[in-house]
C-alpha cells in the first residue's frame, strides 16, 4: 500500500514539474505576442523599432505588439486572406493576421551575401516571390506553403538588386554566371521560371513605357528591347520608336 502511495505522489510530482516546465518552455520561434486591449480592433500592421504592431487604421490606437527578440522586422509586404508578410532581419517570414491576432505561420529563407531577400506580392495577394541571390521561392499565402521554388545554375547567383516587377505579377531578374556559364535574365511566377535569355555580365532589366521591357548591358549601357511576356527580342520594325537608349542610362 505504502508502494502504491509514493508511486501516485511521484507521478503527481512528475506531473506538476512538466506542467510548470511547459508553462515556462520558449515560445517557438521566439514569438512575444502582447495584446494591448481586445476593444481595440486592428486592421492594419506597421514597423515600430523592433516590433510589429497591430492598430486600427482610422484612430492609429496600437491593439497589439508583436516581437521575435534577437530580431528586427524590416518590411511588412500586404497579401490576401488578411495576411500580411512580415520579413526579419534573421531570414524568417511571417504571416500575421492583424485582426485575430494571430500569428498563421512562419518560413524561414536564408540571408547570403547578396542581403535582404526581394520579396514581391503576386496582384491578388494569394501568393508571393521570394529571391535571395542564391535561391527563388513562390509561396501560397494562406498556410504559407513552398508552390515552387529553383536555384540558379552552380556558379551562378540572382541579383535582387537588378530586378523589375510586371503588372501580370511576373518578376524579372538579372542571373550572374561569373565563370564559363552565360549570365543570364530569368522571369519568374508564382508557377517558376516561365522564360530564360542569356546575356552577357552586368545586365539589368528596366520597365519602359506602355509595359514595353528593356534589358540594359553595361558598362557600355547597350540595350535590347524584348517581349515582357517571351523574353524574345523585338523585332526592328520601320519606323518604330527606339527606347532602350534612353531607358539604359547610367544609374
Known amino acids: 500500500m505504502r508502494t502504491v502511495v509514493v508511486a501516485l505522489l511521484l507521478a503527481a510530482l512528475v506531473a506538476v514539474l512538466g506542467a510548470a516546465a511547459r508553462a515556462h518552455r520558449p515560445a517557438p520561434f521566439g514569438d512575444d505576442l502582447a495584446a494591448h486591449s481586445t476593444s481595440v480592433p486592428a486592421d492594419a500592421v506597421r514597423l515600430h523599432g523592433d516590433a510589429v504592431q497591430g492598430y486600427d487604421d482610422t484612430t492609429g490606437v496600437t491593439a497589439w505588439t508583436y516581437r521575435r527578440p534577437g530580431s528586427t522586422p524590416t518590411r511588412i509586404v500586404p497579401l490576401a486572406h488578411e495576411v500580411a508578410l512580415v520579413a526579419w532581419s534573421d531570414g524568417m517570414l511571417t504571416g500575421v493576421t492583424p485582426g485575430a491576432p494571430e500569428i498563421r505561420w512562419h518560413r524561414f529563407i536564408k540571408i547570403d551575401e547578396g542581403g535582404r531577400p526581394l520579396l514581391h506580392a503576386s496582384p491578388g495577394g494569394e501568393t508571393f516571390l521570394a529571391v535571395t541571390s542564391g535561391l527563388f521561392v513562390a509561396y501560397n499565402t494562406d498556410d504559407g506553403t513552398i508552390r ?104
Open 148 to 251: 515552387t521554388d529553383t536555384l540558379p545554375p552552380p556558379g551562378c547567383s540572382y541579383v535582387p538588386a537588378h530586378s523589375v516587377s510586371l503588372d501580370d505579377g511576373t518578376l524579372v531578374v538579372a542571373r550572374s554566371c561569373p565563370g564559363d556559364g552565360p549570365s543570364a535574365v530569368d522571369a519568374f511566377t508564382a508557377d517558376g521560371r516561365v522564360w530564360k535569355r542569356d546575356s552577357g555580365p552586368d545586365v539589368r532589366p528596366v520597365l519602359g513605357t506602355g509595359g514595353s521591357l528593356a534589358l540594359c548591358q553595361g558598362p557600355l549601357l547597350r540595350g535590347m528591347l524584348v517581349d515582357p511576356a517571351t523574353g524574345a527580342a523585338v523585332p526592328d520594325l520601320p519606323g518604330a520608336v527606339r527606347q532602350p537608349k534612353p531607358l539604359c542610362t547610367a544609374r
